[in-house]
């Protein structure tokens, strides 16, 4: 499970979208396997400018996912020029028995192009 993370990010980093479809999927396998190409293709490309960095560390995980046996969830920082951002990452047991990348959590990310947001404080208007 652990290394599933791992490879995938490493994927992401070397912008290896090949390697990413491989490691992004459901509980039936990789998508690379089940998906149509050119619509892969797209959502990885979009997938990687959102989750490009230049490091990251795993801050927790992997945690169960109430009422979902099947997934687990980690909490991962990553390392970019302009700030780190926290976000969630699934994965998901496959019916063979491995893990796969399941849900990169996109809106937690942050923009790929903008720098990061302001930890927010107190309760502005």
């Not at 999927?25 to 998906?35: D, H, I, N, V, Y």
């Not at 995980?61 to 699934?90: F, I």
Request: hydrophobic share 35%.
């Amino acid at each position: 499970m652990n290394e599933s993370v791992a490879q995938f990010l490493a994927a992401v980093k070397a912008n290896d979208l090949k390697r990413m479809g491989e490691l992004w999927g459901t509980e039936r396998g990789p998508a690379a396997q089940s998906m149509n190409g050119d619509v892969l293709r797209q959502r990885l490309t979009v997938i990687q400018k959102y989750l490009d960095h230049s490091g990251y560390r795993v801050i927790e995980g992997p945690l169960l996912v109430p009422g979902h046996q099947e997934l687990r969830t980690y909490r991962v920082e990553l390392q970019r020029a302009s700030c780190n951002q926290v976000m969630p990452m699934d994965l998901i047991k496959t019916h063979s028995g491995g893990w796969l990348v399941y849900d990169v959590h996109l809106e937690a990310a942050g923009s790929p192009a903008g720098r990061c947001q302001p930890a927010a404080t107190g309760t502005r208007p």
